[in-house]
């Protein structure tokens, strides 16, 4: 566990040894997020798919570096991924957008608002657009990580993994669910089940 009193998060990502200046602040690294999520195939068939994630791969390097590094575009990949958990930690907590059984219980797309809202009421740090220096993204994943369970983010969260049959729990959840969403792969799928039953 890293002592964060004594500790400064990185200004940096390591890629084979080498370290290169990243852009930190919490919006970019959400929109890196978003954009890898919403834009890579997970296993890219056709030569269309390939050149569609080597765009991506690009372009998720200029946000976060302002250009392409002359490292293998994989590696580069990685090491985001890496720094994009934050903190290293030994116990569990809010770090990725999935409960143990796979359903999607966060969107930083759509949540947004509600965790700004959540952080500045626990920690009294102000994220919305009145902010103009930017704010680590490993301090911001800490602070979502801590949210207490009276935030209406952390409900929501609870409400969306909710898998019993209460009725109540279940109106609950209807009512936060994530729009229905598809990666670039799941769309593919789709259309593929579309071309075989076009009448269905």
Same mark, same amino acid.
């Given at each position: 566990?890293? *002592? #964060?009193?004594? %500790?400064?998060?990185? !200004?940096?990502?390591?890629?084979?040894? /080498?370290?290169? =200046?990243?852009?930190?602040?919490?919006?970019?690294?959400? *929109? #890196?997020?978003? %954009?890898?999520?919403? !834009?890579?195939?997970?296993?890219?068939? /056709?030569?269309? =798919?390939?050149?569609?994630?080597?765009?991506?791969?690009?372009?998720?390097?200029?946000?976060?570096?302002?250009?392409?590094?002359?490292?293998?575009?994989?590696?580069?990949?990685?090491?985001?991924?890496?720094?994009?958990?934050?903190?290293?930690?030994?116990?569990?907590?809010?770090?990725?957008?999935?409960?143990?059984?796979?359903?999607?219980?966060?969107?930083?797309?759509?949540?947004?608002?509600?965790?700004?809202?959540?952080?500045?009421?626990?920690?009294?740090?102000?994220?919305?657009?009145?902010?103009?220096?930017?704010?680590?993204?490993?301090?911001?994943?800490?602070?979502?990580?801590?949210?207490?369970?009276?935030?209406?983010?952390?409900?929501?969260?609870?409400?969306?993994?909710?898998?019993?049959?209460?009725?109540?729990?279940?109106?609950?959840?209807?009512?936060?669910?994530?729009?229905?969403?598809?990666?670039?792969?799941?769309?593919?799928?789709?259309?593929?089940?579309?071309?075989?039953?076009?009448?269905?």
């Amino acid at each position: 566990m890293v *002592d #964060i009193s004594t %500790t400064p998060p990185p !200004n940096y990502i390591a890629v084979n040894g /080498t370290k290169y =200046e990243t852009h930190t602040d919490f919006r970019i690294w959400r *929109d #890196i997020i978003v %954009t890898a999520q919403e !834009n890579l195939y997970d296993a890219p068939e /056709t030569d269309e =798919e390939i050149l569609n994630n080597w765009e991506t791969l690009a372009e998720l390097q200029r946000k976060a570096f302002s250009r392409v590094l002359k490292e293998s575009a994989v590696d580069v990949f990685n090491a985001m991924l890496e720094f994009a958990k934050g903190y290293p930690k030994e116990s569990s907590g809010y770090s990725q957008d999935e409960d143990g059984d796979g359903k999607k219980i966060f969107s930083l797309k759509h949540d947004m608002n509600y965790i700004i809202i959540a952080i500045r009421n626990q920690s009294g740090i102000d994220l919305s657009y009145n902010r103009i220096e930017p704010f680590h993204w490993w301090l911001f994943m800490l602070e979502f990580q801590t949210l207490n369970d009276t935030h209406l983010i952390t409900q929501m969260m609870r409400w969306r993994s909710y898998d019993g049959k209460d009725k109540e729990m279940i109106r609950l959840r209807s009512r936060v669910a994530l729009p229905e969403e598809y990666t670039k792969g799941e769309l593919k799928l789709l259309d593929q089940i579309d071309e075989m039953f076009p009448n269905a």
